[in-house]
């Protein structure tokens, strides 16, 4: 049996292990190591009655969209709602956040966030919807500035820590996930206004719901700019955090946490359409 039939064939611990091994080669194990430990979350303070704790790559994915000049914006996958604090916080005071979720169950988790985690004069420029995100782009009138893409993913280091999900685990996950990702950027994209600014992110570690997403997208549409992604916007009024700036990949960068304090993983693409 050829070694690449022999790795779509492994599952569970060991195909997971196999399979993540070939990406990272000698790293894995550190990797690996560092992804069992506790995730380090830092405190968000919006102003709201409540903190909203969340990692510090994920407010450094969510800085990373430009926000100045944008009067609509869209969190297109928004749940549990942290980066949805982050851009409210954020946005310019004429501006208004559409902040959507497919599941019922993680909407009412968002809706909480919302209300709990903002002041007055922000939370009522945030709207909460439920809806498919790949069928957002059906209606004419959803057009954005802005729009953050936090595409539901692999999420290795949940899979790695809870047995349950680790003996379940084969390589068709990603590849179903990687369709799903792509039917969710591409509407996405159809959305963004001429001139507008995405972010695509994933807590994912493989490239295929990374970056070979994004070479999807640039393959499908000529109007497609890949930015370098700074920080954008200044939360030191919000949190304390380091925020951490990752590896630079071949089209965005990926927060690891064996090099980034425990941070991530955490991937992030700044496109801009030209």
């Known amino acids: 049996m050829k070694q690449k039939d022999k790795k779509n064939k492994l599952s569970g611990a060991e195909g997971f292990d196999s399979y993540y091994s070939e990406i990272f080669g000698s790293r894995w194990n550190l990797l690996k190591s560092s992804l069992y430990g506790e995730n380090q979350l830092t405190e968000f303070n919006a ?6 704790f969340l990692d510090s790559a994920s407010v450094r994915a969510a800085v990373t969209l430009p926000l100045k000049n ?16 982050v851009l409210a916080s954020c946005m310019e005071e004429n501006a208004g956040l559409l902040a959507n979720e497919r599941s019922p169950e993680r909407k009412i988790r968002l809706f909480h966030s919302v209300q709990n985690c903002l002041p007055e ?18 209606a004419e009138s959803n057009r954005f500035d802005r729009i953050l893409l936090d595409a539901p993913c692999s999420s290795e280091r949940h899979v790695l820590c809870d047995l349950n999900y680790l003996k379940d685990w084969s390589p068709s996950r990603i ?45 499908k549409f000529d109007d497609v700019e890949i930015c370098e992604p700074k920080i954008s916007s200044d939360v030191s009024g919000f949190c304390n955090a380091v925020l951490p700036e990752g590896e630079k990949t071949e ?3 990926h927060v690891l946490p064996d090099f980034c304090n425990g941070a991530g993983p955490l991937y992030f693409s700044l496109l801009h359409k030209i």
């Open 175 to 219: 590849k179903t996930l990687a369709i799903a990702q792509w039917s969710l950027l591409s509407s996405a994209w159809r959305m963004l206004n001429v001139d507008g600014y995405m972010v695509y992110s994933t807590c994912a570690l493989n490239p295929d719901e990374n970056d070979n997403i994004i070479k999807k997208l640039l393959k």
């Open 251 to 253: 089209f965005g960068s």
């Open 47 to 52: 102003g709201g009655s409540e903190s909203y």
């Open 121 to 138: 004069n922000v939370k009522k420029r945030v709207n909460v919807i439920c809806k498919d995100g790949a069928t957002l782009c059906l």
């Open 70 to 85: 944008a009067r609509t914006v869209l969190d297109m996958c928004a749940a549990p709602g942290g980066k949805t604090i």
